[in-house]
């Protein structure tokens, strides 16, 4: 896991953890995936949004 400015925590998780908000856990290999934070209106916090290059862009108005 990391932090805001990407330095690297370990841990673990177990029965009686607290998780605030979502736990966000990727492990694969997304050579064309781009990784955003967008709003979500149904919990108010910024989450993770997956997508391919080419849908990230026509979703930025690149």
Do not use: K
């Not at 781009?34 to 989450?47: M, V």
């Amino acid at each position: 896991m990391s932090d805001a400015q990407g330095a690297v925590v370990g841990g673990h998780v177990t029965y009686g953890c607290t998780v605030r908000t979502t736990a966000e856990v990727l492990l694969a290999l997304l050579p064309d995936g781009r990784f955003a934070r967008e709003p979500d209106a149904a919990t108010g916090f910024d989450e993770l949004v997956v997508r391919t290059a080419a849908r990230f862009a026509a979703c930025d108005g690149a």
